[in-house]
Every structure is written in structure tokens, then in C-alpha cells.
């Protein structure tokens, strides 16, 4: 039997968190004053939505003592799949290597290949690689499913009581199927999840920013998940039990989440999962502002759609932690609503005056401060203190893709799964944060405006240092998408293409 | 290998010889600008009430030191000291500060160490700068009362725990429990230094030594209980409280008043509720302190109770039980929030960090300028102004009227004029007991009395106790008033004709 270390130290913090994020929410609902009562509705939503989100968190992180079983033995056939669609050979080939190296008995190496259907002209390399490597080579000409589809081609022409996946980009290490095979002697487990680690995280700002956004996940989160049997796949890194995801029919060719809702399918069998906390294979984090912005909207959509459309409150078969834990991590990406009328409210003051709360500024701060600065710190507590501003500011930022994802979601336009890419696409991405630069604008205009109108009174002062911690947090987001990537790509594409391209 | 498995090794804390001794001087020159500062500017302002009153205490043998300071609010270690100090090196109101100015310069260092203890040399350094430029702490480092003592033991004594937390060895626990002792005989609030530390203890006890706590309990009944002798003696007194102030029941803005005044000084209110009205700031100062593997340890959290539970304390026993909520009281809270202060600035990237401690320079030397140079500053008690406009001014026969009544001990201090000195409401200070409170119904007798037999009243009004308005408005509405002037905030002087004799002529 193998414990499952959990990093978490306290539980104090953990029940302080959720006691003041409860005091406050009682107090912004029942005891202050009320102003103008759609902005207080639009307040109320938002801070409805925060408390969900700590106790999602809180409940995520909460220390469980989960044993599993583990037996280094335990060594059955695996059919290892690399998932191809395009990507460079120089990429693909440092993974078949990698894949290759891995120290397992019996191992059978597969390339599936979706280069052909998705009309990439570079198809054929990934056949050539199969060959110089003597390995085996699944080229679908059969478009459908994107890479859930892929993948269940690859099902139907392999016989392997067990696979593991990796992208394109993904080199697992060495030790990796004897890490991870080994809980799959349990027989109730049906998949089992490792970290996704970005070694060029260190490249940019875009790579930093997106890895240091991914560490809360993969870290504290993910463990929290394996407590209550909810972890999930995340798409690469992972081995499925063959009879899992064959009971659930294969992976779920409905959603360009496919990994998200395939898990979720498989745990309504009453299939075990189990998250290792150990990095066992190395990938590339998107090198430039557009890819990672296509990247977190295809998270976005699939995530949102699973909400809308397999919602976990109503399926059966879940138990409640994982209905909570799925639902908790759908509705992360409504954050960016929730950012987006947060952020609004100072401009409405500025400009028309209107508040949610009549309160004195004070009071709110006695309130609101021990509440922001425990949340904050009970973040770092439990993450090993490896959340970062900038994964903050990625965070916040992300919400003009939040909502555009939404918007899809509300028009009821389909969504086709896009690669991300693994080149840097040249240029500068800064049309990408327009948004945040017209909010930047309009801050500037409303704080004259409401200094004009009211002077430098407490009210201005206060909504002008909110509006400023918006701003700041907007900065290395900013940032991001102005830098300049150099590496010429043939493929250059805008956003509003990547999001067609995307729906078609 | 675990994503968080990683981390990072402890700050280094053992200089070079050639930084150490960098540092020693860095050190020295911000205890010679602390005192450069003291010398020239706050030892020479107005004598404050408080401050005459504590030479009106000292002013006794020992035994009448102690029943006088007994019949106060507060405990005797400083008042003692002070006795001693003005024997040897005279009586007059600078002398006094200097002693103050003593403690506050030597808690310079002290924080330094204590910084360079729990964080790292940085973050001391920085924390002794902030300390040396503070504008509360000038302002309470020269000021003739227990307040820079108070920070210095408890400052001495967060480092007496903090060995003790590391290493444990006998001589800390002697020294803590001495100071510990003195502390609690320089103010009843050093009572949160210890309950701080004890709470700390409940939560961190594994990070201390084996058999640590039969030791604590010891030292912490040793502690207190050496205050049992001094409450006897207040409590056969009777509890009788001489000049204590009227406080109100502290609200919300209070707290951040506090704290922006530990960190800004006393401003005006105008610029106060600037500063204050700003505080979402903090929220983003917050943010900035999330960084990779910039990890709380136990000593960290240790400085950020120790700034935060006595000032909440204070405020929730206020709030429930009876008002003693003061800004100055809650002095020990200051040294562990300038190291805050400075930790949470080290915790930011390189180039942020420099920029942002050039900008906390700057801003808290500016307000400390506005807060020596601006007349309307809060705290400011210019008596020594007031007293001697009304001694060019007033006659034999005119009398001098001190509202609140203990106001008088500033005055007389100031005052060798011919005018009768009295108070309103009539305080005989030589009786026993406390002062006299309003009486509404007695305001005109007691005003009768007072101004009958002369010829013109100079009302001086400061420290509203809750009637000054009352007794302001019954003189307008029976005598004329001839002028008035402001010296300070809450302090001014009104004129009023009593009697319209002709004058007199003895040849």
C-alpha cells in the first residue's frame, strides 16, 4: 500500500478561510445598507460566485488520508499513443524517443496520426518517424472526434489492456509506466493522471505566465482531487484501463473537453482515479500570446460545456465530492464574468455615481481585508507557496476569453478541437488585450470625472485604488501580448480565424 | 520528484566582515539621524498634557511617585526611571525627552537584530530605516512619557522569544521573564505582547524546544504574577483615577487610523482621509507578495500577530467591555509592522522591491515633514504658545481658567504670571480622588466662583472631555467676549470682560 502524501499543512486556515468568506458574504447580503439594487444584484452574484469558489477550493485542498494500492509488479501490456496532428518532426521525434526509453517490459509504441485528416502538409513525417523507429504508425483518413476521435481509432486497431497518452510535446521520463502502472493493480482504478510540467516555462512571458497558472493545478488541486477520487485526465501524461473507456465508449467525441468529460463518464461507472503528484514527463507550455490564447478558450468552451450540458449535479453514478469537484472546475472559467462586473463597478461610479453598497469605505475594509488577505495566503499555504502574481494577473485577465466563450456558448455555435500550436507564431499579439487597454482608458477618464464631480472625496479615492489594483493586475497580461515573437511560422493566424477555425 | 517538493534555503544571516561592519555603521547613522531629529525638532515642541503630567508625578519622593502614578491609568517602571534621570540631569522638559529619545534611538538596533533574526538583513535594515524616519515614533520617541520604553521592551523581548524559539538556552528564559517583568511595570499593554506570544506558542509549540512549556508557564506566572503587588496597592487606593481621559468607543475608521498613523504619522484630516480612503491598495500590495517559494515561516507569522492582535484586541475588549482605545497605548504593535512592512517589500521581485522602498521612503519622509511643519497636525499641544500669549496679555487681576481641568498641569508649568490659575469644573488636585466631572447644574455656581472676583477671564479650552462646548457657550452668553485665538488643534483661548470697574489708582 502507497500513501498518499498530502503537503497541506492546516486545517485552521482552511476553516478560517471559509468562516470569513462566509462572515463577509452576511454581511455585504444582510447588514449593509443597499444602493443602487442592480449594481447590489450584480454584487451579490459575484460574491455568491466567490464563496462557491472557495468551498470548491477549501474542499479540493482539504487533507484526506486516501490509500492506494500500488504494486511495482504489477507490469500487464501498455499501448503507449502519441497523439500527432501536424506538429513539428523535430518535436514528434524527441517524444518517440523519450516514449521509447521508457524502462517497462512491454511497451508498444503507437503514433496516431490525425496530420492527414486536419490537412496538415507536414502528415507524412510522422509515418517516417514511425518507420526510422520501427514503430507503429495509426494514420486516420477518416476525419471526426478531433483528437477523442484519434484516439478511439487508435482503440479499434490496438488490443492492449491498458494505454497511456501522451501529446506530441509530452516526453515522459524514463521511470514513467513503472510510477504509474503499478496502481492500476486495483482493479476498481480506470485511469491514472500525472502532472503536465512545461520545461520551457522559463522562455517568455507567455510560458511563465501559463506555467505558473498550471502549478496551482497540477499541485495543490489535483492532489486535493485524488482525496475524493476526482481526479481527471488533463489529456496527456495518463494511462486508461482499455475496459474503462470502452464502457464508457471510448473517449467522448462531444466536447473539445474530451478528456474533462471522459473522465467524468468513467467515474459515473463507479471507475476509481488516481492523481501522482510527481512530474514523469515534460512539455511545452504555448511559446506565444495567440496559442495560449486559443488554448485557454478551447479550455473555456469545453469546461462551460460540460456545465451546460453534463451538468455533474444531475448525473448519476457521482458521488457528492466529485459532483462538487467536476462542477468546481467547469465553473472556474465563469470567473471572467465575475471579473469583468467586478472590475466595472468603479467605472459605474466614476461616471454615474451609482454604487452597490452605501457603506463607509472603512467599514468595508474591516471586512473585506483579514477576509482577501487569508484567502490569499491560505492560496499560498496550501500550494506550497507557488502561486505567483503573474498566474494571478493570467487569471483575471483571461476574462474577455471567459466571455467570448460564453457568448458562443449563449449563440449556440459549435466548437471544433484546434491544436495548440507548438511554435511560436510570429508577431505581436497585443490587439488581444484591447479590452484591458480601453479599461485602462476609461479609468483614467472616470477618475477626472468623478473627481470633477464629487472632488477627492473618500468615495473617488477608494473606487480610483480599486480601479488601480484591476490595472496593475492587468499589466503582465499586457505585457504578454505585446512581446514580440520572432519565430517566423507559415500558419500565422488571427484570433477571430483561431475562433473560426475553431467552430468549424 | 514532486512539482512542490522544492525549496528554498533559509536567508543567509551571517555577514561578511566587511558588511558587518557596512552595516554597523549604516545602523549608527540612522540612530545619529534619529536622534538628529529628536534633538532638533521634537524636543523642543510645547510640553504636552501628558508629558506635564508625568513631571507632576515625579515631582514627589518615591513613595508620593507611586501614589501618584497609582491614582492614574498607568504603571510606575518609566515614571521611577524618569525620577531618577531628572535628578541627575535636571528637571526641565527637554531633559525629560532625552531619556525617551535613549529608548527610542536604542530600539533601532534592536529591531535591526530582530529583523535580521526572523527574516534576513535586508528586511532588518530596511525595518530600522522606516523606524528612524516614522513619524509616530519621533513624535513618541521624544515625548516624556513611557512609550518609547515600552517599544523598546518589547522589542527586546520579541528577541529574548525568538532566541528562545531557536535555541532555547537558560540565560534567554531569565531575561525573558526580567523583561517581561519590566515591561508589564512600563504599561498594562504589554500585557498583548505576552498574550500574543502565548497564542503564538498554542500554534507553533512543535517549533520550540522539548519541555518548553512548563518553562513558559512558569515564566508567564512569574510574569504576571510580579504585577499582583502593584494591583494590590492600586486596589487599596481605590482604584481612583486622577486624569484619565474620556475615550470614546472606537469604531472601524479607528484601526486604520491606527495603522496609518503608525506607518504615515498624525496628519491633518484632510490628508488623513486621503491615506486612508486608499487602502484597497494593500489588497494589491497583498498581491504582490505572491511569489514563487517565498515561504511564511513561523517567525514571520510571529510579527504579523504580534502587529495585528493587540490592535484588534484592543479594539473588540473597547468595544465590549470599556473604551481604552489609543493609538499610543498600541505602540508595541509598531515595531512588528515596520518589519511587516519591510518583509512583505523584500518578498517582491528585485527591481519592483527597489522601487517601492524608494517610494515608502520618500512618501513617510514627506508626511514626516508635513507632520512637523503643518500647525493643524492632530497631535500637536502648543501650550507653551497659548500660555505665553496670555501672560503678555493678562492682568493681576484677570484669572486663568484650564478646561479640562487636568489641562493645568501644562499650563502651570508654563505660567509665573501675577493671575489667579483655576479650573472648570472647580479640582482641588490636593484632595484624593479623581477629577470632578460636569455638572450642568453646577456651572453657574462654579463659574461665579471662579471669575467673581476679577476683572477679565482667559478661558483656555483643550482636551474636550465631552463639556467644553457647554461651558464655552455659557460664558458667550454671560460675559462679552473680548478675543479668542487657536494654538493648536483643540486648543484655544478665549478673552471674556467679567467687570467693567474703573481702575484704581494707589499712590
Same mark, same amino acid.
Given at each position: 500500500m502507497r500513501r498518499v502524501p498530502h503537503a497541506v499543512p492546516t486545517r485552521v486556515f482552511l476553516l478560517l478561510n471559509i468562516s470569513l468568506a462566509i462572515a463577509y458574504f452576511i454581511c455585504i447580503a444582510c447588514f449593509f445598507p443597499i444602493g443602487n439594487p442592480i449594481l447590489f444584484g450584480v454584487l451579490i452574484v459575484a460574491e455568491v460566485f466567490h464563496l462557491w469558489q472557495a468551498l470548491g477550493y477549501v474542499h479540493s485542498v482539504w487533507p484526506r488520508r486516501r490509500l492506494h494500492r500500488f504494486n511495482r509488479q504489477f507490469q500487464p501490456p501498455v499501448a503507449v499513443y502519441i497523439t500527432v496532428t501536424g506538429e513539428p518532426a523535430d518535436i514528434v521525434e524527441a517524444t518517440v524517443r523519450g516514449v521509447l526509453a521508457m524502462d517497462y517490459p512491454e511497451a508498444h509504441v503507437y503514433i496516431l496520426n490525425d496530420g492527414l485528416v486536419a490537412g496538415r502538409e507536414n502528415w507524412r513525417e510522422a509515418e517516417a518517424i514511425a518507420e526510422q523507429y520501427g514503430i507503429r504508425c495509426l494514420t486516420r483518413t477518416v476525419p471526426g472526434g478531433a483528437k477523442a476521435g484519434n484516439i478511439n481509432h487508435a482503440l479499434s486497431q490496438t488490443d492492449e489492456p491498458f494505454i497511456a497518452v501522451f501529446d506530441a510535446d509530452h516526453i515522459p521520463k524514463p521511470h514513467f509506466l513503472r510510477a504509474m502502472m503499478g496502481y492500476f493493480v486495483d482493479p476498481q482504478v480506470g485511469f491514472v493522471q500525472s502532472p503536465q510540467f512545461y520545461k520551457n516555462y522559463a522562455q517568455n512571458l507567455v510560458t511563465g505566465g501559463a506555467w505558473e497558472q498550471q502549478e496551482l493545478f497540477f499541485g495543490a488541486i489535483c492532489r486535493g482531487k485524488d482525496g475524493s477520487n476526482s481526479a481527471f485526465m488533463c489529456g496527456t501524461n495518463m494511462i486508461i484501463r482499455r475496459s474503462a473507456l470502452t464502457q464508457v465508449g471510448g473517449m467522448s467525441e462531444c466536447s473539445i473537453a474530451e478528456d474533462f468529460l471522459t473522465s467524468l463518464l468513467i467515474h459515473q461507472k463507479k471507475w476509481a482515479s488516481v492523481y501522482v503528484s510527481e512530474v514523469l514527463a515534460e512539455g511545452l507550455a504555448p511559446e506565444d500570446f495567440l496559442s495560449y490564447y486559443k488554448q485557454q478558450f478551447r479550455w473555456t468552451r469545453g469546461s462551460l460545456e460540460v456545465i451546460f450540458k453534463y451538468n455533474p449535479l444531475f448525473r448519476r453514478g457521482l458521488t457528492v465530492s466529485q459532483r462538487i469537484q467536476y462542477l468546481s472546475s467547469a465553473s472556474f472559467y465563469l470567473?471572467?464574468?465575475i471579473v469583468f462586473a467586478n472590475a466595472l463597478l468603479p467605472l459605474i461610479y466614476f461616471f454615474t455615481g451609482l454604487e452597490p453598497l452605501t457603506i463607509g469605505t472603512m467599514t468595508l475594509a474591516l471586512f473585506f481585508l483579514p477576509y482577501i488577505f487569508v484567502v490569499l495566503y491560505t492560496v499560498q499555504?496550501?500550494?506550497?507557496?507557488?502561486?505567483?502574481?503573474?498566474?494571478?494577473?493570467?487569471?483575471?485577465?483571461?476574462?474577455? +476569453?471567459?466571455?467570448?466563450? +460564453?457568448w458562443q456558448i449563449i449563440r449556440g455555435k459549435k466548437s471544433g478541437f484546434v491544436v495548440t500550436s507548438k511554435r511560436a507564431v510570429a508577431g505581436n499579439h497585443g490587439y488581444l488585450v484591447a479590452p484591458h487597454i480601453v479599461y485602462i482608458v476609461l479609468v483614467g477618464i472616470g477618475v477626472l470625472v468623478g473627481a470633477l464631480r464629487e472632488g477627492l472625496n473618500p468615495s473617488i479615492l477608494s473606487n480610483a485604488a480599486w480601479a488601480l489594483v484591476y490595472v496593475a493586475s492587468f499589466v503582465p497580461f499586457i505585457s504578454a501580448a505585446f512581446q514580440k515573437t520572432t519565430v517566423p511560422r507559415e500558419d500565422t493566424v488571427g484570433v477571430t480565424e483561431a475562433i473560426e477555425e475553431a467552430h468549424s | 520528484m514532486s512539482v512542490h517538493s522544492r525549496r528554498v534555503p533559509e536567508p543567509s544571516s551571517s555577514p561578511t566582515g566587511h558588511s558587518s561592519l557596512l552595516i554597523g555603521w549604516v545602523l549608527v547613522g540612522l540612530m545619529g539621524l534619529a536622534t538628529l531629529l529628536s534633538v532638533l525638532i521634537f524636543a523642543h515642541t510645547s510640553l504636552r498634557l501628558d508629558e506635564a503630567q508625568s513631571l507632576f508625578q515625579i515631582s514627589r519622593d518615591v513613595p508620593g511617585v507611586l501614589y501618584l502614578v497609582a491614582q492614574d491609568v498607568h504603571v510606575p517602571l518609566y515614571h521611577l526611571l524618569l525620577k531618577f534621570w531628572t535628578i541627575l540631569f535636571g528637571d526641565d522638559i527637554a531633559t525629560a525627552r532625552y531619556l525617551s529619545v535613549v529608548f527610542f534611538v536604542a530600539t533601532i538596533p534592536a529591531v535591526y537584530y530582530l529583523g535580521k533574526l526572523i527574516f534576513s538583513r535586508r528586511v532588518g535594515l530596511f525595518a530600522a530605516l522606516l523606524l528612524a524616519i516614522s513619524p509616530f515614533m519621533l513624535w513618541y520617541g521624544a515625548e516624556a512619557r513611557m512609550y518609547a520604553l515600552l517599544a523598546f521592551l518589547t522589542v527586546i523581548h520579541q528577541i529574548l522569544f525568538v532566541q528562545i524559539f531557536k535555541i532555547g538556552r537558560g540565560r534567554y528564559w531569565v531575561l525573558y521573564v526580567v523583561v517581561a517583568i519590566l515591561g508589564l511595570y512600563t504599561h498594562y499593554f504589554f500585557g498583548f505582547v505576552l498574550l500574543t506570544e502565548a497564542i503564538f506558542y498554542l500554534f507553533f509549540r512543535k517549533h520550540f524546544p522539548v519541555? !518548553?512549556?512548563?518553562?513558559?508557564? $512558569?515564566?508567564?506566572?512569574? !510574569?504576571?504574577? !510580579?504585577? $499582583?503587588?502593584?494591583?494590590? =496597592? $492600586? =486596589?487599596?487606593?481605590?482604584?481612583? !483615577?486622577? /486624569?484619565?481621559? =474620556?475615550?470614546?468607543?472606537?469604531?472601524?475608521?479607528?484601526?486604520?487610523? /491606527? =495603522?496609518?498613523q503608525f506607518l504615515f504619522g498624525f496628519q491633518s484630516d484632510g490628508l488623513n482621509t486621503v491615506i486612508i480612503s486608499l487602502w484597497p491598495i494593500l489588497v494589491l500590495a497583498a498581491f504582490f507578495t505572491l511569489q514563487r517559494k517565498k515561504q511564511t515561516s513561523p517567525g514571520s507569522v510571529f510579527v504579523i500577530m504580534l502587529a495585528v492582535l493587540p490592535v484588534l484586541g484592543a479594539f473588540v475588549v473597547s468595544v465590549l467591555i470599556k473604551p481604552f482605545f489609543l493609538s499610543r497605548y498600541l505602540i508595541v504593535s509598531l515595531p512588528s509592522l515596520v518589519l511587516v512592512f519591510a518583509w512583505i517589500i523584500s518578498i517582491y521581485p528585485p527591481r519592483v522591491q527597489r522601487v517601492v522602498q524608494l517610494v515608502v521612503i520618500i512618501l513617510i519622509s514627506g508626511l514626516l515633514v508635513i507632520q512637523i511643519a503643518n500647525p493643524n497636525t492632530p497631535v500637536k499641544e502648543d501650550y507653551q504658545q497659548a500660555v505665553a500669549y496670555v501672560s503678555s496679555q493678562s492682568k493681576a487681576q484677570d484669572v486663568i481658567i484650564a478646561t479640562a481641568p487636568f489641562t493645568i498641569y501644562p499650563i502651570e508649568y508654563y505660567y509665573h504670571g501675577p493671575a489667579k490659575l483655576t479650573t472648570q469644573p472647580i479640582w482641588d488636585r490636593f484632595a484624593s480622588g479623581s477629577v470632578p466631572g460636569f455638572d450642568a447644574t453646577q456651572l453657574a455656581t462654579q463659574t461665579q466662583t471662579n471669575v467673581s472676583d476679577y476683572r477679565n477671564a482667559w478661558l483656555i479650552l483643550s482636551y474636550d472631555q465631552g463639556y467644553n462646548q457647554a461651558i464655552k457657550d455659557y460664558y458667550d452668553n454671560h460675559f462679552q467676549q473680548l478675543t479668542h485665538r487657536q494654538f493648536s488643534p483643540g486648543l484655544t483661548v478665549y478673552e471674556y470682560k467679567i467687570r467693567y470697574d474703573p481702575t484704581v489708582s494707589i499712590k
Open positions: 470567473s471572467g464574468l499555504l496550501t500550494s506550497g507557496f507557488s502561486y505567483t502574481f503573474r498566474a494571478l494577473s493570467f487569471s483575471l485577465s483571461a476574462f474577455p +476569453i471567459h466571455l467570448q466563450a +460564453i | 519541555r !518548553s512549556l512548563p518553562k513558559f508557564i $512558569v515564566a508567564g506566572v512569574i !510574569s504576571v504574577g !510580579s504585577l $499582583v503587588p502593584w494591583l494590590g =496597592y $492600586v =486596589y487599596k487606593l481605590g482604584l481612583a !483615577s486622577n /486624569t484619565q481621559p =474620556y475615550l470614546g468607543i472606537p469604531s472601524s475608521g479607528d484601526i486604520f487610523n /491606527t =495603522y496609518a
